[in-house]
């Protein structure tokens, strides 16, 4: 297995026996939503989408791989997700084979989507991967494999001496304690996770909140004591116990 990074994204590409662009949280429609609470902004659907493709067009993947929260309105579907999605999927069909791991913000989506496409939202095996949205406890089958999930849109700063800091999108790369499951595996088998950042340029949350104040099963389940912390192009960026400290000195 082979794993390569694309910052544009950010989205990597995971190549086994196929070639899987991987995607996480585009959160279409989220311009409507922040309108609803005071925030004015042109909806950048359409450059997403163009982002998207460009990545589709030059990568050429077998699979494209969307890890969920594809659209953002929780109850329901906005206006503009009803105008964005059809073309965001009728793009995509054009250039390669689509599936689906449904979000919490994913209600709905399956009237966008083909049958074969929508993948269980408890995670699945595709190509040797284990594939989720991140929201859930993953399904027993994902024990002892890599589990890539999205959900969580980490975002890492870091500094040097004199304070100068860059913030980015990044990846954590680290094990899972078998608890995460809700029937923990009764052999000895080591599951990893890899948590992919938003595709959704709006949407980031801090590492350093994220494991002091986890949401989600996952997050609550990650060794942070052997953990990694990638960014956006794959560099290394520091073993996570670090950055979480380090972020958690830079807020006190």
């Not at 965001?88 to 390669?96: A, E, G, M, V, Y």
């Not at 980031?204 to 389940?221: C, L, N, V």
Request: glycine letters at 8%; one cysteine or more.
């Amino acid at each position: 297995m082979e794993i390569e990074y694309y910052p544009s994204g950010p989205a990597i590409q995971i190549t086994g026996d196929q070639r899987i662009l991987v995607v996480a949280d585009l959160h279409m429609g989220i311009e409507s939503d922040l309108r609803l609470h005071g925030v004015h902004l042109q909806s950048r659907g359409a450059e997403r989408i163009e982002r998207l493709n460009a990545l589709v067009k030059e990568i050429s993947p077998d699979i494209i791989l969307l890890l969920g929260d594809v659209k953002h309105r929780v109850p329901g579907t906005s206006w503009q997700e009803f105008r964005e999605l059809p073309s965001l999927f009728s793009n995509l069909r054009k250039h390669t084979i689509i599936k689906v791991t449904p979000g919490n913000h994913d209600p709905g989506i399956e009237e966008f989507l083909k049958p074969e496409e929508l993948l269980p939202k408890e995670g699945s095996i595709l190509d040797g991967i284990g594939v989720m949205h991140g929201h859930t406890r993953p399904d027993p089958s994902l024990a002892g494999h890599l589990i890539v999930a999205g959900h969580h849109h980490p975002v890492v700063s870091l500094s040097d001496e004199v304070g100068i800091a860059l913030r980015s999108p990044c990846y954590v790369l680290a094990e899972l304690r078998k608890e995460v499951f809700e029937i923990p595996p009764s052999e000895d088998l080591q599951t990893r996770v890899l948590m992919v950042p938003a595709f959704n340029e709006f949407s980031g949350y801090g590492i350093e909140k994220t494991f002091r104040k986890p949401f989600s099963p996952i997050s609550r389940a990650v060794v942070t004591e052997t953990g990694e912390c990638l960014l956006a192009d794959g560099t290394y960026g520091g073993d996570l116990s670090s950055v979480i400290r380090h972020e958690h000195t830079d807020c006190t």
